[in-house]
């Protein structure tokens, strides 16, 4: 308010106008700090106390892993320097070994192109502006870990053909024969159905049939590469791709087993989960390694890393059924008799209403799982596989870069690896939690 | 009506064995009987595979080897052990190894996690940015890395026992592990004890009849200052008038290592580091969504009906939070039991370290130990949640 002298009778009147500005210690940055930082004494011995943990932090971390680290050197004498920082040289160095494992070096160039493939699939499938959904859907999860898996392990090159290939040749006819027959009408089986079947036919069958081909021709040269050769961020992603993919269909079947109304088959699902979720993943990993060997006829003998892989997928599958379970108690009643009245089958109405709606209501308990399932892959060193964790661990034990500084090198780098993908994976989901809840928020 | 009549006239088939495959409780009981056949052979070949595969290896099976000797030496024993006792007793020292970092790591990782969990919802701009980082940061690195760092970078650097750190009180820390004074009771220390036990249970007494007469009368009484004079004060005065009847057996360095004290190993040191700050990390979570969740409303007509601040929390704010935060705070008091197991990759002796570990590669006896290893973990995580649940039926809302 402001006042004026009123020219003729001399008497002060306030004029309405703009309101004052509030005082200058309640806005701009000496408001903020005095709301945030020092509203009370307490809190100002509060922020006294957190600046001085940040500048420690920050000093701590600024110094070691720059000002006195070790960039430049061939071994770790120049990191046995008394007060030197983080020895990053040792990264440097160990690099190849800390991202391939004992991959052969000529042959690592299949790993990268694995790399650069899943990317193509996952950047189109991820990023919710490129379209095509469908065909990278289709593209990731069926064509890509066929080659991926060819190219990773290699196939003994020269012509032959195994039974792998025998299936791809069938696989790839059948498809093609079963789109020939849905264009004749005079067919008995629906097209849409033979549409359905030709297509996953021809999507498991090409693929093996273009890797048969090459390597027949000895156009491409991928020889095998056993698997106890494989190590670093290849096996920890290996391990958590393949968990991921496979603790999904397992986690579904296992929940919707628990909801079924067959007695038996409850029963079955919560036995399952229940011991599962009961025990740590050590002995589940354990029992893979020693055990299954055992439970299997003489003569027959799976590969290390894929008894880790069932192990994994089996123990993640559980947790995941728990969240997808709490996804599908979620959904009314009313959407199951809703579908059941149009008629739909179980395979539809699960497939079609009532899954499309339950796991988008357990997105962040799904992701959780496998940020979990992330981080769990480190746990595959206690049975002798060589993960980031596992081969760092391995190289500490190098006589030629012993010093003080070398351990807590390679943890800050494992660390700020598996950090990127979680902290990345949490985030996304954040994200897509709010894409997919706009819809709902009107 | 018509849609009858045309059903009527419709010429009636005798009902086929096919049609009986559509109707669904037939469907049910052949799935299901599918699926038992399936399991049942499944069982079926596991268990005469593994039979024919132990014959042929010559591993014995059974539980014989319960009383054989075990001939090694464990690092940390609470019970009494020696390497001629048996793997019988193997089993129990892993077992109350691993329930003694169960026990301590819930005790600390609770505080922890309540306290970060209260940070984050600190007006304090600064507090709540740094509890933020510690849980993004923690929460997103594996276990096993941050036990590795604990142990392998941090402890194992420490300083030989010359050169020990000298902590406070007369504790001391170094290579070998943490040295801690040693209370040894003296006699007489029996009086102050049962001075504290009486009035642990006045106090409980006075506790339910101040409840029941602020049921009736409305009167309220001071419990908690009863309780702090008899639990605290009393206790204290009768020690001090008993002549101090407790001593220490502070560590003192001879020759080249301490001696005296309790010492708590570097593997267990750097267990219950990683345990509880990672499992904090996860219940400061916990506890920000539990405050979160309770509606403003409920704060505001606490402070309209004239609570004060500490009166809106205790009776308000925070039995509602609890409700919230329990059923998720008792999975991650199970994960806590379950990733102690992570103490084979550190080497403390816990039960998957020298049972499912040391026994199981002497023996060979893989089915027999991992299936009591695994049956542990179920009985431990059965046991911890039905104690939750009790904790929480008696805490959720009493609705009329």
């Known amino acids: 308010m402001a006042v004026q002298q009123d020219l003729v009778t001399g008497a002060s009147i306030a004029v309405a106008s703009a309101p004052m500005p509030p005082p200058r210690s309640e806005v701009g940055a000496i408001g903020w700090l005095r709301h945030n930082l020092f509203s009370s004494w307490s809190n100002g011995l509060l922020t006294v106390v957190a600046l001085y943990l940040i500048w420690k932090l920050i000093d701590g971390i600024l110094s070691w892993g720059i000002i006195h680290a070790v960039w430049s050197g061939e071994d770790g004498s120049a990191c046995r320097v008394e007060g030197s920082g983080a020895c990053w040289i040792f990264i440097k160095a160990k690099l190849g070994q800390f991202i391939y494992g004992r991959y052969p070096e000529g042959e690592r160039w299949r790993v990268n192109l694995v790399f650069i493939l899943a990317g193509a699939g996952l950047v189109p499938l991820m990023v919710p502006r490129i379209r095509g959904k469908a065909w990278s859907a289709v593209y990731t999860f069926f064509i890509f870990p066929v080659i991926a898996f060819w190219l990773l392990r290699g196939s003994a090159s020269g012509p032959g053909a195994g039974p792998i290939d025998l299936l791809g040749v069938c696989l790839a006819i059948a498809g093609t024969v079963a789109f020939a027959l849905s264009r004749s009408s005079s067919a008995r089986v629906p097209p849409q159905r033979l549409r359905l079947a030709g297509g996953v036919c021809l999507v ?7 890797r048969w081909l090459l390597s027949t021709s000895g156009l491409v040269d991928v020889r095998p590469v056993p698997t106890e050769l494989w190590g670093g961020l290849l096996v920890t992603l290996v391990v958590a ?45 354990f029992m893979a390694s020693v055990m299954l060997p055992l439970f299997l006829p003489a003569g027959v003998s799976f590969d290390k890393l894929l008894r880790a892989l069932v192990g994994v997928a089996l123990f993640a599958g559980a947790y995941m059924a728990e969240t997808i379970r709490g996804g599908l108690q979620a959904i009314p009643r009313g959407q199951f008799e809703a579908a059941q009245a149009l008629g739909l089958s179980y395979a539809q109405r699960m497939g079609l209403i009532i899954l499309p709606q339950a796991l988008k209501l357990v997105i962040p308990g799904i992701v959780n799982s496998f940020v979990g399932l992330f981080k769990d892959t480190s746990l595959v060193l206690i049975i002798g596989l060589f993960d980031v964790l596992g081969i760092v661990q391995l190289n500490l034990t190098d006589a030629k870069w012993f010093a003080n500084s070398t351990a807590i090198t390679g943890y800050v780098f494992a660390g700020l690896v598996f950090w990127v993908f979680c902290f990345g994976m949490s985030r996304y989901s954040q994200m897509i939690e709010r894409r997919l809840a706009a819809g709902d928020r009107r | 009506m018509a849609v009858t009549g045309i059903a009527a006239r419709a010429p009636r088939r005798t009902p086929s064995l096919l049609d009986l495959l559509y109707r669904p409780e037939v469907r049910q009981v052949l799935f299901q009987i599918i699926l038992i056949i399936a399991l049942a052979a499944l069982f079926w070949m596991i268990i005469s595979n593994t039979a024919a595969n132990l014959r042929r290896q010559n591993i014995a099976s059974g539980f014989g080897f319960w009383n054989t000797t075990a001939g090694f030496d464990i690092s940390q ?23 003694l970092v169960a026990a301590i790591g819930i005790v600390f990782a609770t505080i922890v996690g309540f306290v970060m969990g209260i940070a984050r919802l600190s007006t304090n701009w600064l507090i709540a940015r740094l509890a933020t980082v510690y849980v993004e940061t923690i929460r997103n690195i594996p276990l096993l890395l941050q036990l590795f760092v604990w142990y392998f970078a941090v402890l194992k650097s420490l300083p030989p026992p010359r050169q020990s750190l000298e902590l406070v009180g007369g504790a001391v820390l170094n290579l070998r592990g943490l040295y801690l004074p040693e209370p040894l009771p003296q006699p007489g220390f029996e009086i102050p004890l049962a001075v504290l036990a009486v009035g642990v249970l006045t106090s409980i007494g006075i506790a339910v009849w101040a409840k029941r007469r602020q049921r009736l009368t409305g009167a309220q009484f001071h419990t908690g200052l009863a309780a702090l004079v008899l639990i605290v004060l009393l206790p204290a005065a009768a020690y001090f008038l008993a002549g101090a009847p407790l001593e220490f057996d502070y560590p003192t360095l001879r020759g080249f290592n301490y001696t005296g004290g309790i010492v708590v190993l570097p593997e267990l040191l750097a267990l219950l580091l990683g345990l509880v700050i990672y499992t904090g990390a996860f219940i400061a979570e916990i506890v920000r969504a539990g405050i979160q969740g309770v509606p403003k409303g409920q704060k505001e007509a606490a402070s309209a009906i004239g609570l004060s601040t500490g009166q809106t929390l205790r009776l308000v704010v925070i039995p509602q939070a609890m409700r919230i935060i329990i059923p998720p705070l008792t999975s991650n008091y199970l994960n806590l039991i379950k990733n102690s197991s992570l103490a084979v990759a550190i080497a403390y002796p816990d039960l998957v370290s020298v049972f499912a570990g040391t026994v199981l590669n002497q023996t060979g006896q893989a089915v027999e130990v991992i299936l009591i290893t695994m049956l542990v973990y179920l009985s431990l995580s059965l046991f911890t949640s039905m104690l939750m649940n009790w904790f929480n039926a008696r805490m959720a809302l009493v609705e009329r």
């Open chain 1, 241 to 285: 791709s393949v968990g991921i993919t496979g603790s999904f269909p397992v986690g579904i079947a296992l929940a919707l087993g628990r909801r079924s109304r067959m007695p038996f088959v409850r029963w079955a699902s919560v036995g399952f989960i229940e011991f599962v979720r009961g025990v740590p993943l050590i002995t589940v990993l």
């Open chain 1, 204 to 210: 498991l069958g090409y693929p093996l049939l273009v």
């Open chain 2, 77 to 99: 024993t609470l019970i009494h052990y020696t390497n001629t006792s048996t793997y019988g007793r193997v089993f129990w020292v892993g077992l109350t190894n691993t329930l």
